[in-house]
């Protein structure tokens, strides 16, 4: 490890992670929240609470100049180490909530009613600084400021969020037989212009439960527990870019030492042009539908529940229509797709005792499959992210024949679209499925998708889920299944 002069040898490596600087990294969590509670009058009540939480980060690396020490005693710095250098990045995260809500309830003559009415806003602000420069005066002090290099690089990225909300609930129930509800939110947020910034998102429950009823007690000792219910609800989805300010056109800046052009005698800044905006973007919004069923059987040691749903989504965020290539930017994002997903949820517990021993079990099986039921695709393009039609996380690939067996069939068959070099006996024999001689894929769409056809999907299907639990005297397992 170390050369008979006592130094470490060059080959081992260990030098270079001893000696060759560090990079730290510290994160500073700060959480502070506080709540409000005031009884108005019996049944009505008033909250407001705040949470601010930050995270603060400092990470900084620093690269020191590794000597490599020769056997005639001569030091030459080891590659990629010199000249020294430092580099420093802060980032401040900060988030900020504010709820307020009052809600009021009243019980009389077998009727529930209760109502909830609240704001909310949210902000979340960001900054992030960097700096960088080589050639240190010092590796023992470690600093920007103590950096005499021509590299000198300085960043800085600063970001806001605001959302604001306002929503509302009524719940009422007739002696827990007949259950409604009622809710909405108004949501708003900064990622969009002032005309698409804020929409509204309703939603409805109902439930009966038979087994409350009079003409349900012949059944009672057989089914406890017998419920139906139905529900429709609306969502709103901001969160689907990562940036903040999408319809801001961002125009990228080039350093002098990195642009290739001569202005007065050197080299300048240059500023490039913009990408595309959309001015019109706004929330992505989920529908859904759904009705279930709610049963306990056996004095409630058998449980099952069942739900059928139908979601549909409108006005998801995608690339635009392709535009000619000569335009040279990438298109923006639109609110173009819709799909529809149905799918189902069934639920089997069974709990029980037997003196000291106690066990159980849980069974959940999930089935789902989506669609894209608009897109503005009119080329019919496979290569795009959807079209109408399409079944969500399908794959197009092709088909195979099986294994090339000898010369001949490697001379009959033209796959130099797949690989352009030479096709060995027992390499992969693909089925020419359009008949044309060769195999690729066409126009790569609908209509002319060559050789290529739909040979799977990565949507899982048939989704399960076991849960066994079991305890005796103090002892517990728990065994979970899935697949």
Known sequence: MKNPDGNWSEGSGIGIFTDGGRAKATTDNAILTGEFLVHLTPGWDFTANYTFDGTYIDNSNHRKTFYVVKPSGAKDPRGGTSPNYFERNTYKNQHYTVNAFTSYEKTFGGHYFKALAGFTQELYDNLRLQGSNDNLYSDEVPSLGLTYGVNRNANDEASQLAIRGAFGRINYNYKEKYL???????????RFLKDKRFKFYPGISAGWVLSKEDFWQPLSNTIEQFKIRGSYASLGDQAFTDNYYPFYPNLATTLPTDTRWIFNGGRGSAVGSPGLVNYGLSWVTTNTLGFGVDAAFLKNKLNVSFDWYKRNGKNYAMESQGLPALLGVRPPLVNDGETETKGIELTVGWKDKINELSYGANLVFS???GKVTKITNPQGLIQRQWYSGMTMGEIWGYETVGLFKDQAEIDATNQS???????????????????DGKIDNGDNTLSNPGDRKIIGNTTPRYSFGLNMNAAYKGFDLTVFLQG
């Open 180 to 190: 409604l509800e009622l809710n909405g939110r108004y949501d708003g947020t900064s």
């Open 367 to 369: 089935d789902y499959i």
């Open 417 to 435: 679209f797949i690989h352009g070099g030479t096709w060995n006996i027992g390499d992969v024999h693909y089925k020419d499925l359009n008949g």
